[in-house]
């Protein structure tokens, strides 16, 4: 064990620095000793240019603290779980949850930093990933350190830091893309890949769980709320859509997204009409802003697909062909498909359409996301020239996302990680998304989810103990 000021030290660590024999600092930074023969050779002649970029200011921490939380396992929770839960909601209950999102919060994040300590040390010291670790390793260090909650004043406090790690994490997201694309060259594609999916799959537990106690909070403490009373079937448990219509999510998702397109286009741009067939009365219990963000995600790459196939055809003052949504309801999951006539995905694209770090707009891509510091990943965030995107929630419930308003993007920036990260939406609940390109005709997107709520969300495998 290192004396407890050299643990809590703060030292600037260089890729050309080398390691002190008396101390081991693969344990002491929580990196694997794999990771310093990772280190690719370096000339000198770039090294002071590599150093001053990457270099970092990293704290020096006890490495048992985080072993007990990575020695548990995280509790997963299925939607009709969270549903039965919140359904008679009391104040036992809600002291119940509190106390579950008290424990879960650091476990699951500490299997996420265990993760990142495994991470080649080239790749931990990127100034993007960096910050993330940083990030991670302070809600870890304040949420284990909170006491059991048995008071609702316990729960307000409780609340407060869990508001604030939800607003500071805002980050994330476009830091992790950005640390993935400049990491790109260090280490395999699929690896850097499935830690990208990992993270992201984690992160949105973390928020599920966290979200849906701040709102279970917030009905709590309504002035129309009646502790035990029961709610009805058209009605929101905390974050949950109890009857979520697929028809009118893909309604509303097709007016905002008609409404980005005609702001992100020429005046006299031809917009596609987007027309719904199939079982239009299948319903099942979702979180809205989940599937919110996966179908305006595949309706935006749809519309904006056919509308420059249309603009460069033979006839652009026709109208253009429009999109197809097809809903089809089985006896256990709902699949909605989407259908364009874009002119289907180049085939330089084709075999990096689900990668979050590669592909041949890498630089692009990189550029774009410097202008978006925040990313909560909801379609509310899109805004359009006159204002702030209108509120997409089930207009009769008035119910609104607690990450609607926490950030704006311009909804012409091209991030390239619509599509990868609808995918790990999609199967964060059991369920797939699947495309299927015919080049020179267009897309068919396969969205198939869990019609009955029973399946437990998809979480991460648990990280290594060995690690260290």
Not at 6 to 16: H, I
Not at 113 to 126: E, S
Not at 180 to 205: H, K, V, Y
Request: net charge positive; with cysteine; charged share 25%.
């Amino acid at each position: 064990m290192l004396p407890f000021a050299v643990q809590n030290a703060t030292k600037t660590l260089r890729l050309t620095t080398r390691p002190r024999a008396s101390i081991d600092p693969a344990r002491v930074f929580h990196l694997s000793p794999v990771a310093f023969t990772s280190i690719p050779r370096i000339d000198r002649s770039d090294s002071r240019r590599i150093s001053k970029r990457w270099s970092h200011s990293a704290k020096w921490r006890p490495v048992q603290v985080l072993d007990e939380w990575v020695a548990k396992e995280a509790r997963p929770i299925s939607l009709r779980q969270l549903m039965v839960f919140g359904r008679s909601l009391t104040e036992a209950r809600l002291m119940s949850s509190a106390n579950y999102v008290r424990t879960e919060l650091p476990t699951r994040i500490a299997h996420r930093i265990r993760d990142m300590q495994r991470l080649p040390y080239v790749v931990v010291t990127n100034p993007h990933i960096s910050d993330v670790y940083e990030l991670y390793y302070a809600a870890f260090d304040t949420f284990r350190r909170i006491k059991e909650i048995k008071t609702l004043e316990d729960n307000e406090r409780l609340c407060k830091e869990i508001a604030q790690m939800l607003h500071a994490h805002l980050t994330v997201i476009p830091k992790l893309a950005m640390g993935i694309l400049e990491c790109s060259g260090l280490m395999p594609a699929a690896e850097l890949d499935q830690f990208m999916n990992t993270i992201l799959r984690s992160r949105i537990s973390r928020r599920v769980i966290a979200e849906q106690h701040l709102a279970l909070t917030e009905t709590f403490n309504s002035h129309w709320f009646s502790p035990g009373a029961k709610l009805s079937e058209g009605e929101f448990i905390g974050e949950v859509f109890i009857k979520c219509i697929a028809k009118d999510v893909i309604e509303h998702c097709s007016k905002a997204v008609q409404d980005l397109a005609r702001s992100a286009n020429p005046p006299d741009t031809k917009i596609p009409e987007i027309k719904v067939n199939g079982h239009l009365d299948a319903s099942f219990p979702y979180i809205l802003s989940h599937l919110e963000y996966i179908i305006g995600e595949l309706l935006r790459n749809s519309v904006q697909a056919v509308i420059e196939k249309h603009q460069a055809s033979r006839n652009p003052s026709a109208d253009p062909p429009p999109v197809e949504v097809t809903l089809c309801e089985a006896q256990q999951h709902v699949i909605i498909r989407i259908s364009d006539q874009g002119g289907g995905i180049p085939r330089d694209i084709l075999p990096y359409l689900w990668s979050f770090g590669k592909g041949p707009l890498k630089s692009q891509r990189l550029e774009n996301l410097g202008q978006v510091p925040l990313m909560a990943a909801t379609l509310q965030e899109l805004r359009v020239e006159d204002g702030r995107l209108a509120d997409l929630q089930n207009e009769k419930s008035g119910h609104d996302s607690s990450l609607s308003s926490l950030s704006t993007r311009p909804p012409n920036l091209r991030l390239g990680m619509g599509l990868p990260l609808s995918r790990v939406y999609a199967e964060y609940w059991a369920g797939s998304l699947e495309l299927h390109s015919l080049e020179g005709y267009g897309v068919d997107a396969f969205l198939q989810i869990s019609k009955l709520g029973n399946k437990n969300e998809q979480l991460a495998t648990r990280a290594a103990m060995d690690a260290v």
